[in-house]
Nanobody, 125 residues
Framework: QVQLVESGGGLVQAGDSLRLSCAASGRTFSSVAMGWFRQAPGKEREFVAAISWSGGSTYVADSVKGRFTISRDNAKNTVYLKMNSLKPEDTAVYYC??????????????????WGEGTLVTVSS
């Protein structure tokens, strides 16, 4: 099994920045694509961003494009989500995800092989 552990969430004010990290342990592969989802209370889990196994290609959802950046460090088996200019509507539990066959495009929850437990990001106005 692969364990994914997110960190970096917290309570911030609108306009602030945060960097989320997701560290993988257990059996991992540099060829596995990584991504981020988020879920607000009472809402469906939505795709945020994805990155290819090499880190050379990324895809960011339109709702956060221009504010969020995804990156990875394969030597550390870690994926990052840098979030700038945070808005109250960004408040959600953020989940990192790993896909054996994912690419830098739109991801769907049923294609995810491994999930982290999530980290809460709360943005106050």
């Amino acid at each position: 099994q692969v364990q994914l552990v997110e960190s970096g969430g917290g309570l911030v004010q609108a306009g602030d920045s945060l960097r989320l990290s997701c560290a993988a342990s257990g059996r991992t592969f540099s060829s596995v694509a990584m991504g981020w989802f988020r879920q607000a209370p009472g809402k469906e889990r939505e795709f945020v961003a994805a990155i290819s196994w090499s880190g050379g290609s990324t895809y960011v959802a339109d709702s956060v494009k221009g504010r969020f950046t995804i990156s990875r460090d394969n030597a550390k088996n870690t994926v990052y989500l840098k979030m700038n200019s945070l808005k109250p509507e960004d408040t959600a539990v953020y989940y990192c995800a790993a896909s054996l066959f994912g690419s830098a495009g739109i991801w769907y929850t049923h294609n995810i092989n491994y999930w982290g437990e999530g980290t809460l990001v709360t943005v106050s106005s």
